[in-house]
């Protein structure tokens, strides 16, 4: 039914045909934002970005992708200078910023939080994490960085390794390689497995997914190892995170046991849970992984600004 228009909330309100239409659009991206050629799809378009929770790559990459398009954004980077301080609801927020801009890229706290701004917005709204709910936009970076290592999604070996409870990224990208026919092994502190519901999702699918204590015991039977960090922001308290923290850790031993074609992804921030030597090794992915995010995105407000990305 084509993307234009349409709310980003989840990755389950994409097809497979739908990420296929993003992905092929981003990859045409690449010389844009690369910035060896100009386009101007997007000229005369406002974004709203609305962040309420630390951000690097998600923002700059949105804002750079608006920019590459010709497009401009307007930003939320730090709620505490806004009327959020003085008791604004996030509907009320929404409902006024909808009214500026072309369309609204939400970061929140709470999960839920864009489902509930989609209500208060008369734009559509792209969800760029709610708590630890979703972030259907690394979903696609991370798809797209696959796509590109191995120029297929389907049948891949992808193991799953870290904070898989409170981790937004992998609940979106574990449920998008199911659809796509990917074969999954997880593994994580016996504390920070995947929550119950996303699990029942994947076991709908009839998708293969296989559960590890140690990552050490899938290395060799895997194309793509997905790392995330552990959330210490969603814990409770400090004593819960000093149990599992440095619990596990991808370094240059581990990789010595790894097939060559190996890609090591992570959506960062990363805080020691890959070693920096292995930054130089053939497997890193991820610095490549956070650049894929600014084509990606132009693909993705493209089609939904514009309802083409050429
Ligand atoms: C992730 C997030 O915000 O969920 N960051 C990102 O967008 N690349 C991952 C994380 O914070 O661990």
């Known amino acids: 039914m084509g993307l234009k228009g349409r709310d980003l909330l989840s990755i389950r309100d994409l097809s497979k045909e739908d990420i296929e239409e993003i992905l092929k ?6 010389p844009y ?8 799809l997007l000229d005369g378009k406002i974004l709203t970005l ?51 801009g072309d369309a609204i890229v939400l970061r929140h706290p709470n999960e839920g939080a864009a489902r509930l701004a989609a209500r208060a917005s008369a734009k559509p709204v ?7 709910g979703e972030h259907p936009t690394q979903t696609l970076i991370d798809l797209a960085a696959m796509q590109e290592a191995f120029g297929k999604i389907a049948g891949l070996r992808v193991t799953l390794l870290g904070d898989l409870k409170y981790g937004r990224t ?6 998008a390689l199911a659809l796509f026919g990917a074969r999954l092994v997880v593994s994580s502190p016996p504390s920070l497995r995947l929550p119950v519901e996303v699990r029942e999702d994947l076991d709908r699918t009839g998708v293969e997914i296989r559960e590890i204590p140690k990552v050490e015991d899938a290395i060799q039977e895997t194309d793509v190892l997905y790392v995330t960090r552990i959330q210490r922001e969603r814990f409770g308290d ?15 031993p581990l990789l010595a046991r790894a097939p060559e074609r190996l890609v090591v992804l992570h959506p960062l921030p990363r805080i020691g849970e890959i070693g920096p030597a292995v930054d130089d090794s053939p497997h890193a992915a991820y610095f490549r992984q956070a650049f894929l995010g600014v084509p990606v995105r132009m693909a993705l407000l493209a ?5 083409r990305a050429s």
Do not use: C, W
């Open 25 to 30: 659009a981003a990859h045409r991206m690449l």
């Open 170 to 175: 992998v609940h979106s990208l574990a449920r």
């Open 126 to 132: 792209i969800n760029a994490g709610d708590g630890t």
């Open 303 to 307: 089609l939904t600004l514009a309802g």
């Open 238 to 252: 400090d004593a819960e995170y000093a149990e599992v923290a440095g619990s596990y850790r991808v370094d240059l």
């Open 50 to 100: 609305a962040f309420f929770e630390p951000s690097t790559r998600t923002r700059l990459s949105f804002e750079t992708a608006m920019a590459r398009l010709g497009g401009t954004s307007v930003t939320i980077a730090d709620a505490s200078v806004t009327s959020v301080k003085k008791g604004e609801t996030l509907h009320d927020t929404v409902r006024v910023i909808s009214q500026y």
């Open 33 to 40: 934002a690369e910035g060896k050629k100009v386009n101007h």
